[in-house]
């Protein structure tokens, strides 16, 4: 009880010192918590990209590829999904609701999507949040497109305005479909997945755009007009890949089972769940290093508190001699330093757990709109309670070497005067 009463009198001599010192090792705890908050909320982020679906029908290929294509727009498909099977998949007497997606055209770099009504209505994401509209509606017309948040903002476009859908995937947009101008009727919410980078149109306007259109080129001497599809019959051949709700999870093996063996073509069912985890498995290697950064941070807290210990060494030997002249022992000359390294600590670590959670509720709504990542921010738990142990435990470590240093020091070194 009197070391403890000593070391509180010596740390409010040195009040300046220790209060940057707790600051850092605050700032420092802050900065790992708020990495491994955020860490994990990408990580079920990513998760969540799609919730809510239960199985993902496409070519057969690799799951992760299915995953790649159909979920987070990147490469393509080995091949397409007839109309036939999509609607024999839609007659499953599993199935509750199907949503068709049709890739292979694009927008100034950014995937172009054709479906239907049903994926504003169906389509799910982190922990089955549905989808909502920044302004505008859902497409009704053939030529009426839907923007995510991010290709809204990045082209500076607002509803009313039309656009110019190419045909592939060529960010230059060498060839266009500009005989059909598509006008933007919404534009969806901030999601913080591949949705928000996605051009949404129906699957008449995939269709439309592609009439008079062969091996990459238009084949027809004269390209039809927006009157023209008025008349038409708009009848889709094939999709791309197929998301599907199931009338209970029961089912879902027994319609995957189905569906790879399906007769009327090579087709492939996938659980999205699953494939998102073999997913972010691959990509494992960055969220190691967001934590080995995380603990070099709170390594770096740690070691200016040694500093500052050390650098105040010198000027407290004449403090040291005095408490050994009055009958201290060693021994409680290194429990002065190693109790001071560990309330240092204790009380940085405490300060930075509740800067973190006070921090992040505040940025919690800003961070999901601006980036989409959604946080969980809960009381601090059993996670937070080993942080403050493990950095407690660290600073009564690091607190040894200079309690060792005023161990060695002599009464008479301490009592001479240094001119």
Same mark, same amino acid.
Do not use: P
């Given at each position: 009880m009197i070391i403890l009463r *000593?070391? *509180?009198? #010596?740390?409010?001599?040195?009040?300046?010192?220790?209060?940057?010192? =707790?600051?850092?090792?605050?700032? #420092? =705890?802050?900065?790992?918590? #708020?990495?491994d908050k955020i860490r994990t909320g990408a990580r079920d982020s990513f998760a969540n990209t799609i919730s809510g679906t239960d199985v993902i029908v496409g070519a057969r290929t690799g799951p992760v590829q299915l995953l790649l294509y159909a979920v987070f727009r990147i490469g393509n498909a080995t091949n397409n999904i007839s109309w036939k099977s999509y609607l024999d998949i839609e007659k499953q007497r599993e199935t509750e609701w199907v949503v068709p997606i049709s890739l292979g055209d694009s927008h100034k770099g950014f995937r172009v999507l054709g479906t239907t009504q049903v994926y504003f209505e169906k389509f799910r994401y982190a922990r089955k949040r549905s989808l909502s509209f920044q302004v505008g509606r859902p497409f009704s017309h053939v030529l009426d497109v839907v923007l995510g948040a991010e290709v809204a903002k990045e082209l500076g476009y607002d509803v009313g305005d039309k656009i110019i859908i190419s045909h592939g995937l060529d960010k230059a947009g060498f060839t266009k479909h500009d005989n059909l101008p598509f006008s933007i009727v919404g534009v969806l919410a901030a999601t913080g997945t591949p949705v928000d980078q996605t051009v949404h149109i129906s699957l008449q306007g995939i269709e439309a755009i592609h009439i008079g259109w062969g091996s990459g080129s238009r084949t027809r001497n004269r390209a039809i007009g927006p009157q023209d599809i008025e008349t038409m019959k708009l009848q889709p051949k094939a999709v791309t890949a197929v998301l599907v709700g199931l009338k209970s999870k029961m089912q879902v093996f027994r319609f995957q089972r189905a569906i790879n063996e399906y007769s009327g073509e090579p087709l492939m069912a996938i659980l999205p769940g699953v494939a998102l985890q073999e997913l972010w498995t691959l990509m494992g290697t960055v969220e190691k290093a967001l934590v080995i950064i995380s603990m070099f941070v709170v390594i770096a807290g740690l070691l200016g508190m040694l500093t500052m210990i050390l650098s105040g060494l010198n000027e407290r030997r004449r403090e040291m001699a005095i408490l050994r002249s009055v009958g201290a022992m060693p021994v409680h000359i290194m429990a002065l330093f190693v109790i001071e390294a560990l309330l240092l600590s204790v009380v940085g670590a405490c300060l930075g757990v509740v800067l973190t959670f006070v921090g992040l509720g505040l940025a919690q709504s800003f961070i999901e709109a601006q980036y989409g990542l959604y946080l969980t921010v809960s009381p601090p738990g059993m996670r937070e309670g080993i942080v403050v142990l493990g950095v407690a435990a660290a600073g009564a470590i690091v607190g040894l070497w200079p309690a060792w240093r005023a161990y060695r020091l002599s009464v008479a070194d301490g009592l001479v005067v240094r001119l």
């Open positions: *000593l070391v *509180l009198k #010596s740390l409010w001599n040195r009040r300046g010192v220790a209060a940057l010192t =707790v600051f850092a090792i605050t700032i #420092s =705890v802050t900065l790992f918590l #708020s990495v």
